[in-house]
């Protein structure tokens, strides 16, 4: 257990390095929100992006009524059956296109929802994890600096970073570090 929770998280690497800047009173807050913005970025790397967004713009087959959109979203969901950010972002899509919205709002409106509703299912178990783990006053902790972190995000922008990325696949970069003696917490 001298490693951290962080490390037995049963998560991707990138929310194990979310978890451990939300269990370090080191890392700023809004170091933590760089982590989370990271992680969903590389999250939704293996989403079906591309292809919901012709989806919703209505490329490929041209059509007036949103139910052969669905259909066709619902067909893209048997080729992601594994994937939680790509059902995520499906049915974020199946919901936007219900409400009647289409084009380029609709994919900035789908990705937006889908970040902000997988970061709240990521919190959770990271947060649930915690508790088993470390207990109650650590799992507490790491609650609400997700939670500070979660609403510094600002999942709109996030969706247009990666929206403009997905023109010519984006490459994510990695986190910054503070390696420099001037680079550490404020004091």
């Given at each position: 257990?001298?490693?951290?929770?962080?490390?037995?998280?049963?998560?991707?690497?990138?929310?194990?390095?979310?978890?451990?800047?939300?269990?370090?009173?080191?890392?700023?807050?809004?170091?933590?929100?760089?982590?989370?913005?990271?992680?969903?970025?590389?999250?939704?790397?293996e989403a079906p992006?591309?292809?919901?967004?012709?989806?919703?713009?209505?490329k490929?087959?041209?059509?007036?009524?949103s139910?052969t959109q669905?259909?066709?979203?619902?067909?893209l969901?048997g080729?992601?059956?594994?994937?939680?950010?790509g059902?995520?972002?499906?049915?974020?899509?199946?919901?936007?296109?219900?409400?009647?919205?289409?084009?380029?709002?609709?994919?900035?409106?789908?990705?937006?929802?889908?970040?902000?509703?997988?970061?709240?299912?990521?919190?959770?178990?990271?947060?649930?994890?915690?508790?088993?783990?470390?207990?109650s006053?650590?799992?507490?902790?790491?609650?609400?600096r997700l939670?500070?972190?979660?609403?510094?995000?600002?999942?709109?922008?996030?969706?247009?970073?990666?929206?403009?990325?997905?023109?010519?696949h984006?490459?994510i970069?990695?986190?910054?570090?503070?390696?420099?003696?001037?680079?550490?917490?404020?004091?």
């Open positions: 257990m001298s490693d951290g929770p962080h490390r037995s998280l049963p998560l991707r690497k990138h929310w194990k390095t979310l978890a451990e800047r939300a269990a370090k009173e080191a890392y700023p807050v809004n170091e933590v929100g760089e982590a989370f913005a990271h992680a969903l970025k590389k999250e939704f790397l992006l591309a292809e919901i967004c012709q989806i919703l713009d209505g490929g087959q041209v059509s007036f009524f139910d669905i259909e066709r979203l619902e067909e969901r080729s992601y059956r594994g994937s939680s950010a059902n995520t972002l499906i049915d974020c899509a199946i919901d936007t296109l219900n409400a009647g919205i289409t084009g380029k709002p609709a994919s900035i409106i789908v990705l937006r929802d889908a970040l902000a509703g997988y970061s709240f299912n990521a919190s959770r178990s990271i947060e649930e994890h915690y508790l088993r783990e470390a207990g006053r650590d799992a507490n902790f790491v609650r609400n939670g500070a972190a979660f609403q510094q995000c600002n999942f709109e922008n996030i969706a247009g970073e990666m929206l403009a990325g997905s023109a010519g984006s490459t970069k990695s986190l910054p570090r503070n390696l420099g003696i001037d680079a550490g917490p404020q004091l």
